[in-house]
Every structure is written in C-alpha cells, then in structure tokens.
T-cell receptor, first 116, second 112 residues
Framework: GAVVSQHPSRVICKSGTSVKIECRSL??????MFWYRQFPKKSLMLMAT?????????EQGVEKDKFLINHASLTLSTLTVTSAHPEDSSFYIC????????????FGPGTRLLVL | DQQVKQNSPSLSVQEGRISILNCDYT??????FLWYKKYPAEGPTFLIS?????DKNEDGRFTVFLNKSAKHLSLHIVPSQPGDSAVYFC???????????FGTGTRLQVFP
C-alpha cells in the first residue's frame, strides 16, 4: 500500500530556532499534500493544503510566515516552523492524496515537536 | 505497510438506511480507536471513539463496534442522512505512543 513518511519523527529545539519537517510519498506522486496539527484529545486542525509547484493554501488563523510550506516535487513537501515558541509544541501530521483518487488520503506517522 | 486499512474507498446508501463503514488493523498493540469525519476543504473532525476494553460505543445515530479477535472495527450510522455524506477515516493509537495511525478513508454518499 501507499506509504507516506515524515522526518524527523521527533524533534526538540530551543525557542527562537527554526525546524523543518519533511513529508514524503514513497511510492506514488502526490499532487496535493496536507498539513495538520494534532491537539489534545486527538483533534486535528488542517493547517494548509500544499499543491506541487504552487503556493500553499493556508487555513484561516494559520500564519503563513511562521509555518512555511514548500511542495517542491511530487513526492516531497516540507513544513518549516520558523522562530519556534513553546506554544508551537505539538504533533504535526501530513497526508498525501493521489492524483486520481483525490479523496483517499495517506497519512504520515507524524512528527512530535517540542520547543523548550 | 498500512497498519490501519479501510478497504472500501466509497459507499453509497439511501437516506434512512444504515451505513456501515469498516476498518481493519494489524497491530495488536492498538488499544484506542477513533473515527473522524471530513468534509471537502476541511480537516477531519473527531466523531466517536472506543477503547479496547469495550466492544461497543454509542453516541446518538453513531455506533462503533470493536472486534479485537478479528482486529476489526466498524462505524454504524442509523438512520443515514444526506448531511452524513463525507469521507470517514478510522484511526488507531496505543498508550505507549500518542501518534495516530490513520486509514485511507471511505467516502460515504447518502442519497435521498
């Protein structure tokens, strides 16, 4: 089955630094990738939709200058948390959809970010 | 390898009838299961969950059944309504890891 990977799986950083999270579709080309933030009690918030070769579409309330998304290729999207603060500590999950099966999403395993 | 599988990408049900969405998992360490509902252009929203110590959890029109021996869970919606039309994701997790492992989703369409 289709696999989506995320790297790193866990990262600890100091406040003020930037952290890059990679999301890769390993065996298919993903024209669209999604970035989510997981909150307590397992709720997910869609942060942005990333389309290959174009600018990401951010959801209301998500700062695009703080959460930089780059979808440089059909198999890779990156989320950079700039000038991280402790309140950015969370679990970040990406998902990817195939070009022909838009509604099927393959989720990555998530990245745990802890900002000290 | 997919640890959580939703083998039916789509399901079509008439309004008023029962919708049954299925989910299978392979990891016996999973002990908590969730269902999410997703409308287009939105993120998944939590719908209902079940702990492995139970085999059934009911919330209004939604009931989740868990069969641990078969590593299978299902979501029943009855009666189905047109507003239930969405993509449904099942997810699993365990106490030792708070990460959610998602299935690939099933698109439910409820027609009049």
């Amino acid at each position: 089955g289709a696999v989506v990977s995320q790297h790193p799986s866990r990262v600890i950083c100091k406040s003020g630094t930037s952290v890059k999270i990679e999301c890769r579709s390993l065996d298919f080309q993903a024209t669209t990738m999604f970035w989510y933030r997981q909150f307590p009690k397992k709720s997910l918030m869609l942060m942005a939709t990333s389309n290959e070769g174009s600018k990401a579409t951010y959801e209301q309330g998500v700062e695009k200058d703080k959460f930089l998304i780059n979808h440089a290729s059909l198999t890779l999207s990156t989320l950079t948390v700039t000038s991280a603060h402790p309140e950015d500590s969370s679990f970040y999950i990406c998902s990817a959809s195939r070009p022909t099966i838009q509604e099927t999403q393959y989720f990555g395993p998530g990245t745990r970010l802890l900002v000290l | 390898d997919q640890q959580v599988k939703q083998n039916s990408p789509s399901l079509s049900v008439q309004e008023g009838r029962i919708s049954i969405l299925n989910c299978d998992y392979t990891n016996s360490m999973f002990d908590y299961f969730l269902w999410y509902k997703k409308y287009p252009a939105e993120g998944p929203t939590f719908l209902i969950s079940i702990s492995s110590i139970k085999d059934k959890n009911e919330d209004g029109r939604f009931t989740v059944f868990l069969n641990k021996s078969a590593k299978h869970l299902s979501l029943h919606i009855v009666p189905s309504q047109p507003g239930d039309s969405a993509v449904y994701f099942c997810a699993a997790t365990s106490n030792v890891a708070d990460k959610l492992i998602f299935g690939t989703g099933t698109r439910l369409q409820v027609f009049p």
